[in-house]
Nanobody, 123 residues
Framework: QVQLVESGGGLVQAGGSLRLSCAGS????????VGWFRQAPGKEREFVAG????????YYADSVKGRFTISRENAKNTLSLQMNSLKSEDTAVYYC????????????????WGQGTQVTVSS
């Protein structure tokens, strides 16, 4: 159905930037709502940002608004997350996910997940 592979994670200093990418496959990938989630040790997986296939409407968690930018390049089935002004609290494993139809914030609403990529922000 849909396969997702994240890349771009790594170690970055606080205040720095990092760009995550998610390569997706699927005949109708562009019709899916896609998003980024993250999970820190001992915490539940949380919504970070999402983008719809209709008009490219974007959604962000309050904690990342103004700092992160989600985008998609349908021709290449690629989802990106540009992260600027990174903080130590952003440290987590980041996952890209997809679902058919609209963007939702609950992880349980997504049926397709990548394996995750580690993002570590040093203080």
């Amino acid at each position: 159905q849909v396969q997702l592979v994240e890349s771009g994670g790594g170690l970055v200093q606080a205040g720095g930037s990092l760009r995550l990418s998610c390569a997706g496959s699927g005949r109708t990938f562009s019709r899916y709502a896609v998003g980024w989630f993250r999970q820190a040790p001992g915490k539940e997986r949380e919504f970070v940002a999402g983008i719809s296939w209709i008009g490219g409407s974007t959604y962000y968690a309050d904690s990342v608004k103004g700092r992160f930018t989600i985008s998609r390049e349908n021709a290449k089935n690629t989802l990106s997350l540009q992260m600027n002004s990174l903080k130590s609290e952003d440290t987590a494993v980041y996952y890209c996910a997809a679902r058919y139809s609209i963007v939702v914030t609950a992880p349980s609403g997504y049926g397709y997940w990548g394996q995750g990529t580690q993002v570590t922000v040093s203080s």
